[in-house]
């Protein structure tokens, strides 16, 4: 069995790497080729060239590699059709892979498509699913209620599980050992700030969280800044004023026991909107979600929205039990009376502890592994294949 596998993102990476391992289970004889990262090769997979070459996003970044970019297509498409695998799956990243697909079935117009990701046409853009449709037979979704939408679009579909909800949870000693190890006390209220990942983000956020932390009445309270290695000057920078004795933790990606502990040890977050949303519903750590955008993008956004929460516990859980603030609404004075319910009072925090158990129960928390599960949709897509 041939499987031509292309993931152009890290986190592309590690559900590749997880759904190979899965089909190796299942199918011990089968072979990859494709694109991918250091997760997918050491399922055996010899890229076909550097994955991080398709880690652009936006326009500013993706202009400069315009024709590089289409060229990697081309030799992608022309790669497919000289391997003739059974089957071709891509993971996430649509704007490289659904432009391969197109091409490669010009040449092979029988080739059986898998992509990996369904896209968020619940949220906004539905007819992405129609466009997408043209090129993808079956659909791997990690969200329990995308396949109905993928399905009227014309492509299979099967809910085969969120990474978040099979990844590890740390102890309750490992939370006590952060809390010692950097010096805060056990009986310290403690408040998550996670402003994003991307340094516009932070930017824009960064001065909201300031002032929202300068409006909370918790006596004791301390702060734990998760952040990557890139962006540690620029949040050190923004969080050098603030009360609360921050602790950053720059290696956070790097480390993810180390988050995972904090996550843990936190009494509460203030965090970007986001899968982060995800991660501290996988730790059972109370929220209040933020996000501001540029005013164009945001009026832009708002019209095309389709729905009334982008908060995933929310919507997995068919709740609306974390508070979140977007947009014109991310603002200091109606954040920080949210935030501090929570960390003040016991009986808020309880309120959100049910929806994020129903969320990580629905995403598949105690089944079978997602690269698992993936694994078997495919080959049950393509019985042929087995």
Known sequence: MKIFV????????????ALMAGLRTLAPDIRFTGIGGTQMQAQ????????????????????????HLKRRIRETAEAIAAEAPDAVITIDSPDFCLRVLALA?????????????????????????????RHVDHVLALLPFEPPYMRAAGMSCDF?????????????????????AHGIASEAP?????????????????????DTLARLDVPGLRVVIPTV???????????????????????????????????????????????????????ATPMVIAYRMNALTSAIIA?????????????VSETRSVPEFLGPECRPDRIAPALQSLLADPAARAGQLEAMHLTMTRLGRDGPPPGLRAAQSVLAAYAPLA
């Not at 292309?6 to 790497?17: C, K, Q, R, T, Y």
């Not at 403690?190 to 300031?210: D, N, Q, T, Y």
């Open 6 to 17: 292309i993931a152009g993102e890290p986190s592309g990476d590690a559900l590749g790497g």
């Open 44 to 67: 055996g997979l010899s890229s076909l060239f550097p994955m991080d070459e398709l880690s652009v996003m936006g326009l500013a970044e993706i202009l400069p590699k315009y024709f």
């Open 105 to 133: 079935r010009t040449k092979a117009p029988g080739l059986k498509t898998i992509h990996y990701v369904a896209p968020s046409v619940w949220a906004w853009r539905p007819g992405r699913a129609a466009k997408m449709a």
């Open 160 to 180: 085969v599980g969120h990474p978040i909800a099979a990844e590890p949870v740390a102890s309750a000693d490992e939370a006590r050992a952060f809390r010692a």
């Open 190 to 210: 403690l408040l998550l700030m996670l402003p994003g990942s991307r340094k516009g983000e932070i930017e824009r956020l960064g001065p909201v969280f300031a």
């Open 229 to 283: 290695p890139a962006h540690a000057g620029q949040v050190r920078a923004l969080a050098q004023d603030w009360p609360g004795a921050p602790v950053i933790l720059d290696a956070a990606s790097t480390a993810p026991d180390i988050k995972r502990a904090a996550f843990r040890a936190a009494d509460a977050a203030l965090a970007a909107s986001g899968t982060v949303s995800l991660e501290l519903a996988a730790a």
């Open 303 to 315: 019209r095309m929205l389709r729905i009334d929460t982008v908060t995933l516990v929310n919507l």
